[in-house]
């Protein structure tokens, strides 16, 4: 599945682990994470985020 | 002001502002404040070194103007975002369309959203160099100080620093430089512990890569510029963003705020509950102590626990102020409950427990409530809550 960047930290969201410790499970791809969701290195919206290129 | 040379070949082009007191809405800066903006010649090319805040738009390409014809000027270095660098970039670009704008990869993104328009930024990554001529700027990668896109700019032959809002401060004294004006080392400590201080992990990385670069100079954005003692400025950030020791056992700080002395029964039965389960506690009156005063023990504490009784439906001012003062530790993780005696509704400690859950506190108990004056099982029940409190962290 598709990976996706914070364009302000560079944490690397992955769909194949999720955000365990925000109760996203593994598996759940960007586009059905939660329009609040927020990047848990710097809390960037998820607007903020960029499909990376592999 | 007139440009003025910092050294041969860099000049300061920047804007006073005397008149400010509030800095961000939020800021005191009871100094006024410069926003300092950079003009590098070298023998082929110029590059103008951060921009200034919208409103002073004009002021600023006044004084830049008898430095340079904008037209003249090869790169746009911002070396972060926040408007009160980046405000004027629009009018800049106007006048130097030619500019090659230079930001970071996060900066990109917020170049965008400043300026509402499409420009092709040139990208710096860590230890790129542009060539002037004579004059070589490498970039140097500085996330998160305190934007996310921040990076410093250094002046490779003339061993110049040009340090972004770190370093800084809000004072404003035209004679600019940091040896012709009196002492200012406590606006110095209060923009580090304002600006700076969420950011400490960063700070630390950031000093340890400049630390082995001569730097004979030091060009903030904001403030005096430092050209004597440097080392002293960089030995004080050093010492502020030290990691403080952590302590042998595991401690919890207990404030409350009291109308009738209810509250404040529950907060010491809090307390002896956190003690007897072999932590520590401090039982803190939010009415005598001032909260920001003890930021430094509430970031190297695990947790806080916030009483307040509750009138008219909602917590008392001290409890939301001590909250709101919070802005500049680390909180995520930090354990975080609340509790309080009230009349007949009791929403205040439910609001602070709201309040704590949004400022990314752990939360792992409900409040604890009492009706009145607490019986000796209410205050029983605030020390198993206390017990509770320290077998969750």
């Given at each position: 599945m598709q990976k996706f960047e914070c364009g302000m930290c560079e944490y690397t969201y992955d769909p194949a682990k999720g955000d365990p410790g925000r109760?996203?499970?593994?598996?759940?791809?960007f586009d059905d994470l939660p329009d609040n969701w927020t990047c848990p290195k710097c809390n960037a919206g998820k607007n903020m985020f960029v499909a990376v290129d592999e | 002001m007139n440009p003025i040379e910092i050294i041969p070949g860099i000049q300061w082009v920047g804007v006073l502002?005397?008149?400010?007191?509030?800095f961000d809405v939020?800021?005191?800066?009871?100094h006024g404040t410069t926003y300092n903006s950079f003009l590098v010649r070298g023998r082929d090319k110029v590059a103008l070194i951060d921009a200034s805040k919208a409103a002073f738009a004009e002021t600023f390409l006044d004084t830049l103007r008898p430095a340079i014809e904008p037209t003249a000027i090869d790169y746009m270095v911002c070396?972060?975002?926040?408007p009160d660098h980046s405000g004027a970039l629009v009018d800049v670009l106007d006048v130097a369309p030619q500019a090659q704008v230079v930001v970071t990869k996060p900066g990109r993104m917020l170049l965008r959203a400043i300026l509402n328009r499409d420009v092709k930024p040139t990208i710096a990554a860590e230890g790129d160099r542009i060539e002037l001529g004579g004059k070589t700027l490498r970039f140097i990668m500085a996330p998160f100080l305190h934007w996310p896109d921040t990076m410093f700019t250094y002046l490779e032959e003339d061993q110049v620093l040009f340090s972004g809002d770190f370093l800084g401060a809000h004072y404003c004294d035209p004679r600019l430089f940091n040896d012709l004006i009196p002492n200012y080392d406590e606006a110095f400590q209060h923009y580090f512990q304002v600006i700076m201080r969420p950011f400490k992990e960063y700070v630390r990385q950031a000093l340890d890569k400049i630390d082995s670069l001569p730097i004979k100079v030091v060009c903030p954005v904001h403030g005096p510029i430092l050209r004597t003692d440097v080392r002293r400025y960089i030995d004080m950030y050093r010492a502020w963003s030290a990691e403080p020791p952590q302590p042998t056992k595991k401690r919890l700080l207990v404030f409350y705020v009291s109308s009738y002395g209810n509250t404040e029964r529950m907060a010491h039965a809090i307390g002896r509950g956190i003690r007897d389960a072999g932590a520590d506690a401090e039982v803190l009156d939010l009415a005598k102590v001032d909260a920001r005063a003890l930021l430094d023990d509430i970031e190297a504490a695990e947790g806080i626990v916030v009483g307040t009784c509750t009138i008219n439906g909602d917590a008392l001012e001290q409890a939301w102020s001590l909250l709101s003062s919070l802005t500049t530790i680390k909180l995520k993780d930090k354990l975080g409950a609340s509790f309080g005696a009230f009349?007949?509704?009791?929403?205040g400690p439910l609001m602070i427990a709201e309040r704590m859950r949004g400022l990314k506190f752990r939360v792992p108990e409900e409040p604890m409530p009492v009706q009145l004056v607490p019986t000796d099982a209410d205050l029983k029940s605030c020390e198993e809550y206390g017990k509770r409190l320290v077998a969750a962290l």
């Amino acid at each position: 599945m598709q990976k996706f960047e914070c364009g302000m930290c560079e944490y690397t969201y992955d769909p194949a682990k999720g955000d365990p410790g925000r109760g996203i499970p593994p598996g759940t791809s960007f586009d059905d994470l939660p329009d609040n969701w927020t990047c848990p290195k710097c809390n960037a919206g998820k607007n903020m985020f960029v499909a990376v290129d592999e | 002001m007139n440009p003025i040379e910092i050294i041969p070949g860099i000049q300061w082009v920047g804007v006073l502002d005397t008149q400010l007191r509030v800095f961000d809405v939020i800021m005191e800066a009871k100094h006024g404040t410069t926003y300092n903006s950079f003009l590098v010649r070298g023998r082929d090319k110029v590059a103008l070194i951060d921009a200034s805040k919208a409103a002073f738009a004009e002021t600023f390409l006044d004084t830049l103007r008898p430095a340079i014809e904008p037209t003249a000027i090869d790169y746009m270095v911002c070396n972060h975002l926040e408007p009160d660098h980046s405000g004027a970039l629009v009018d800049v670009l106007d006048v130097a369309p030619q500019a090659q704008v230079v930001v970071t990869k996060p900066g990109r993104m917020l170049l965008r959203a400043i300026l509402n328009r499409d420009v092709k930024p040139t990208i710096a990554a860590e230890g790129d160099r542009i060539e002037l001529g004579g004059k070589t700027l490498r970039f140097i990668m500085a996330p998160f100080l305190h934007w996310p896109d921040t990076m410093f700019t250094y002046l490779e032959e003339d061993q110049v620093l040009f340090s972004g809002d770190f370093l800084g401060a809000h004072y404003c004294d035209p004679r600019l430089f940091n040896d012709l004006i009196p002492n200012y080392d406590e606006a110095f400590q209060h923009y580090f512990q304002v600006i700076m201080r969420p950011f400490k992990e960063y700070v630390r990385q950031a000093l340890d890569k400049i630390d082995s670069l001569p730097i004979k100079v030091v060009c903030p954005v904001h403030g005096p510029i430092l050209r004597t003692d440097v080392r002293r400025y960089i030995d004080m950030y050093r010492a502020w963003s030290a990691e403080p020791p952590q302590p042998t056992k595991k401690r919890l700080l207990v404030f409350y705020v009291s109308s009738y002395g209810n509250t404040e029964r529950m907060a010491h039965a809090i307390g002896r509950g956190i003690r007897d389960a072999g932590a520590d506690a401090e039982v803190l009156d939010l009415a005598k102590v001032d909260a920001r005063a003890l930021l430094d023990d509430i970031e190297a504490a695990e947790g806080i626990v916030v009483g307040t009784c509750t009138i008219n439906g909602d917590a008392l001012e001290q409890a939301w102020s001590l909250l709101s003062s919070l802005t500049t530790i680390k909180l995520k993780d930090k354990l975080g409950a609340s509790f309080g005696a009230f009349g007949w509704s009791g929403e205040g400690p439910l609001m602070i427990a709201e309040r704590m859950r949004g400022l990314k506190f752990r939360v792992p108990e409900e409040p604890m409530p009492v009706q009145l004056v607490p019986t000796d099982a209410d205050l029983k029940s605030c020390e198993e809550y206390g017990k509770r409190l320290v077998a969750a962290l």
